[in-house]
C-alpha cells in the first residue's frame, strides 16, 4: 500500500473542500464592506450598529467553524497514517509501553515509538512538530465546547501553558495575550482560531512530517 499517496489524497481533499465551502462566505463578508448588491441598499435604521451586520457575524462564524472542522479533518488523517505504517511494519509495543507514550498524544507517542523502530531522531526532521501537535490540541478543544451559549471555541489553559505561543489564533487575541497581565486573568482564554493561512500551514508542516517519516518507513518496510 502506498501509504503516502493516500494521506496526500486526504490533504489535498481538506484544501479542496475549505475553499470551496469558504467562498459564499467570503463573497457574503466582501459584498456587505464593499456595499456591493444585494447589500448595497440597507433598510432604514436609527440603529447605530453597521447594516448587515448579523449577515456579516454569521459569514466570519461560519469561516471560524469551517477552519476548525478542517483541522478535525487533518488530525486523524495523520493519525492514520500512523496507524496504518504500524500495521504495515508490525509494530509491537511492550506492556504498557504505548499507555505511557501516549500520554502527551498520539503524535508524541508514535515519534517516541517510530524514532525507535526506523533508528532516526526527530531533531532531523523538517517539520515544525509544535504546530503539528497543536492540529489535535485544537481539533480536541473544537470536539468538546464548554458552551452551548456560542460558536466559538477556547484554547484551555493547559494549552497555552504547554505552549507559549499559540499558533492557532486570531491576530486580535495573539496582541492582546503578549501582555503578561492578560495571561493572569484566569476567566479569558483566546478563541481557536483558523484562518486559510494557518490551515495551509498546518497541512504543509503535516505533509513535510510524512515526507521525512515515508523515506525511512519504505527502507524498513
Not at 526527530?122 to 490540541?137: F, H, M, S, Y
Request: proline letters at 5%; charged letters at 30%.
Amino acid at each position: 500500500m502506498d501509504v503516502l499517496f493516500f494521506f496526500k489524497e486526504r490533504t489535498r481533499f481538506i484544501r479542496q473542500f475549505y475553499d470551496s465551502a469558504a467562498a459564499p462566505f467570503t463573497q457574503t463578508m466582501k459584498a456587505i464592506e464593499d456595499q456591493e448588491p444585494p447589500f448595497d441598499n440597507p433598510p432604514y435604521s436609527e440603529d447605530a450598529e453597521p447594516p448587515y451586520l448579523t449577515e456579516w457575524i454569521e459569514a466570519s462564524e461560519a469561516l471560524e467553524v469551517l477552519g476548525r472542522t478542517c483541522l478535525s479533518m487533518l488530525s486523524p488523517s495523520l493519525q492514520l497514517y500512523f496507524i496504518t505504517w504500524e500495521q504495515q511494519l508490525g509494530v509491537r509495543w511492550e506492556e504498557g509501553a504505548r499507555r505511557k507514550a501516549f500520554k502527551k498524544g498520539f503524535l508524541e507517542g508514535y515519534m517516541i515509538r517510530f524514532e525507535d523502530v526506523l533508528g532516526i531522531s526527530r531533531d532531523d526532521c523538517p517539520a515544525n512538530l509544535g504546530i503539528i501537535e497543536q492540529v489535535t490540541l485544537a481539533r480536541n478543544r473544537d470536539q468538546h465546547p464548554d458552551e452551548i451559549t456560542t460558536m466559538r471555541v477556547k484554547h484551555s489553559k493547559s494549552d497555552r501553558e504547554r505552549h507559549g505561543t499559540l499558533f492557532f489564533m486570531s491576530e486580535h487575541d495573539r496582541a492582546m495575550f503578549s501582555d503578561p497581565e492578560m495571561t493572569r486573568i484566569s476567566f479569558l482564554d483566546p478563541a481557536v482560531h483558523v484562518s486559510r493561512d494557518q490551515l495551509m500551514a498546518a497541512i504543509e508542516e503535516s505533509e513535510k512530517l510524512t515526507d521525512w517519516l515515508e523515506e525511512h518507513m519504505l527502507t524498513k518496510r
